[in-house]
Antibody, heavy 118, light 111 residues
Framework: EVQLVESGGGVVQPGGSLRLSCAAS????????MHWVRQAPGKGLEWVSL????????YYADSVKGRFTISRDNSKNSLYLQMNSLRTEDTALYYC???????????WGQGTLVTVSS | QSALTQPASVSGSPGQSITISCTGT?????????VSWYQQHPGKAPKLMIY???NRPSGVPDRFSGSKSGNTASLTISGLQAEDEADYYC???????????FGTGTKVTVL
């Protein structure tokens, strides 16, 4: 059974940094690209970033480009999101998701909450 | 890249059929067969319901079906059931600088 468990969320001041982690199990981690998707409180889903299975290719939403960095450690079955220069509009529940057929998000974690506030 | 456009809400009675639309452009929905649909119950993570426009993952009831015409994709729920009450989101690959985009979301109410 696929399991994705996010961690690392918390409260941070504007301009601050945070590193999210996603621990994966139940599948061959390095065979799959991985996404980060976020959802602001009471709002819709927003795609954030994707990393290929070997970590060689990364993609970002315009809203986070230059501030966020996605990475992975296949030896630890772990996905990361380094978030710098955080803004109040980055406040959201951050999900990691496993890439499936047709660029769909086949499995999701339960999310980790990031709150950017002074 | 703007979000794909979905109706804010759709409702139906048990047993009826409803359809949720997802309108984009030729750069996303119309240009690729990489449209997927997600169901999200309150306080829960989203769940994949349809991928590649019309394919159902194993375990998803065949009451859920997807289609596409031009720049608009659709999710149809036939034989609506109480447990189908949830938020639904479409998603598409896009050729823009933000390569993946979600729809605005639709709240489905079972009357």
């Amino acid at each position: 059974e696929v399991q994705l468990v996010e961690s690392g969320g918390g409260v941070v001041q504007p301009g601050g940094s945070l590193r999210l982690s996603c621990a994966a199990s139940g599948f061959t981690f390095d065979d799959y690209a991985m996404h980060w998707v976020r959802q602001a409180p009471g709002k819709g889903l927003e795609w954030v970033s994707l990393i290929s299975g070997d970590g060689g290719s990364t993609y970002y939403a315009d809203s986070v480009k230059g501030r966020f960095t996605i990475s992975r450690d296949n030896s630890k079955n772990s996905l990361y999101l380094q978030m710098n220069s955080l803004r109040t509009e980055d406040t959201a529940l951050y999900y990691c998701a496993k890439d499936e057929k047709g660029y769909s998000y086949g499995s999701w974690g339960q999310g980790t909450l990031v709150t950017v506030s002074s | 890249q703007s979000a794909l456009t979905q109706p804010a809400s759709v409702s139906g009675s048990p047993g009826q059929s409803i359809t949720i639309s997802c309108t984009g452009t030729s750069s996303d929905v119309g240009g690729y067969n990489y449209v997927s649909w997600y169901q999200q119950h309150p306080g829960k993570a989203p769940k994949l319901m349809i991928y590649e426009v019309s394919n159902r993952p194993s375990g998803v009831p065949d009451r859920f079906s997807g289609s596409k015409s031009g720049n608009t994709a659709s999710l149809t729920i036939s034989g609506l059931q109480a447990e189908d009450e949830a938020d639904y989101y479409c998603s598409s690959y896009t050729s823009s600088s933000t390569p993946w985009v979600f729809g605005t979301g639709t709240k489905v109410t079972v009357l």
